[in-house]
């Protein structure tokens, strides 16, 4: 059972989030902390917004030795990950070409979004590497938070303040990947996320549908074979 978070300690947690993200100089904020940073950064759709207990960032090498300076790191070798605590919260940290994350360090580097002076992954990378957590552990209770944090992301992607690029989305999604978000568009997860309005959950499925039309078209093209 996934426990609950409250307020208080959810601020802490942010205050601890934006002094590593000014500390390293590249770290950029992915996982749930960064679908949070999104959600409340748009007004349209803060609503969305889900607490989460922890942070995970992507590091260059460089930014990497420079933590291991300061912070005391433990090697994941499993999960191909560093993890070290600060204060009451643990970190997550994925580094540039140590990692196994299907979307390199530099293509999300390159293409993240600063919320006071705080990098976090595109929407486009963040649901390649949001649909990679969902696809590994879907059948448990995290694996429920990622499709609804996949979810959340369709949504963002369709404010009309966010350009999303849907190629771009696609460009490191493997079939892993896209028969993951199948299942999560056409999954259960709307009625929990509307708190059992059925009006909304059909509401909020549409507006996905939408994008992942956009995202499916993308795909196919992707994948399409070359003359």
């Known amino acids: 059972m996934v426990m609950s978070i409250d307020d208080a300690k959810f601020k802490r947690l942010l205050t601890q989030v934006s002094e590593v ?36 960032f992507y590091i260059s090498l460089a930014s990497l030795s420079d933590l291991r300076e300061i912070e005391e790191l ?64 879907h059948a448990s209770m995290h694996g429920r938070k990622d499709a609804k944090d996949v979810i959340r992301i369709l949504l963002l992607a369709g404010d009309e303040e966010y350009a999303f690029d849907a190629e771009r989305a696609v460009a490191y999604m493997k079939p892993a990947h896209f028969e993951r978000l199948e299942r999560i568009v056409d999954g259960p997860e709307f009625m929990g996320m509307a708190q059992g309005n059925a009006k909304l959950a059909k509401m909020m499925r549409s507006e996905v549908v939408g994008i992942f039309q956009q995202i499916a078209k993308a795909y196919d093209a992707d994948n399409s074979p070359q003359p």
């Open 21 to 56: 993200g000014r500390l390293y100089d590249g770290a950029v904020f992915i996982g749930g902390i960064a679908v949070y940073m999104h959600a409340m950064n748009h007004g349209p759709t803060s609503g969305l917004a889900e607490m989460t207990h922890d942070a995970d």
């Open 74 to 137: 433990v090697q994941n070798s499993r999960l191909s990950k560093h993890e070290f605590q600060r204060n009451e919260f643990s970190f997550d940290v994925y580094a540039e070409r140590l990692s196994s994350l299907p979307v390199p360090y530099d293509v999300v580097a390159a293409h993240a979004v600063e919320y006071d002076g705080v990098h976090v992954a595109a929407l486009e990378e963040l649901l390649v590497l949001k649909l990679e957590a969902a696809a590994d552990r």
